[in-house]
């Protein structure tokens, strides 16, 4: 009886998906950054993905989390662009213990045609209007932009610029990160 149930508890393990994902870490001198995204189902023009990443910056002694949920998917025939839309939560802390909540609406480009053979280009933004921001936070304004070169089929090497800024209750335009990074996002 052990035997069998032992080999009907393998075989299930031998059919479960496989969920596909990545894992990111970017840094400079005085920030570092580490995302993770997870497909939670593919469909035949976009993914349904869930994200987590976690920011610390030194010089604005900044550390922020944040979780998203979203689609990302290719427009119609175009080759190697991709576009997204997330609703996203970000929360942590900042300098004198300005403490940030934040939910809002992310868009994101990513176009890597084949003609460039491993070059690719990126873009993101999410906004955070006063309504969808508490605690000591008022607005949440984020942007970046990157390039990447793939130097494995599940390898990329980053570099991007990012810029996160945000109205707190007692300062206005208070940049939360405001710098470029190297990194590597490695696909599994």
Request: no cysteine.
């Amino acid at each position: 009886m052990k035997s069998v149930i032992l080999g009907l508890v393998f075989f299930s393990l031998l059919t479960t998906p496989v969920w596909a994902g990545s894992f990111s870490l970017d840094f400079n001198d005085h920030s570092t950054q580490f995302g993770y995204i997870q497909n939670l189902n593919t469909q035949n023009y976009g993914d349904t993905v869930a994200k987590v990443r976690y920011l610390y910056n030194d010089d604005s002694r900044t550390n922020l989390a944040g979780v998203s949920a979203g689609v990302i998917g290719t427009p119609g025939n175009a080759d190697g662009l991709r576009l997204g839309i997330d609703v996203a939560l970000n929360g942590g802390q900042t300098e004198n213990d300005q403490e940030i909540l934040a939910v809002g609406l992310g868009f994101l480009a990513e176009y890597a045609p084949p003609a460039l053979r491993g070059f690719g280009f990126d873009g993101h933004l999410v906004y955070s209007p006063e309504i969808f921001t508490f605690l000591d936070s008022e607005d949440y304004f984020e942007w970046g932009v990157g390039a990447s070169y793939q130097v494995l089929p599940n390898a990329k090497l980053t570099l991007a610029f990012q810029n996160i800024q945000i109205d707190l209750k007692n300062r206005n335009g208070f940049d939360l990160d405001e710098t470029v990074r190297f990194g590597i996002k490695l696909a599994f």
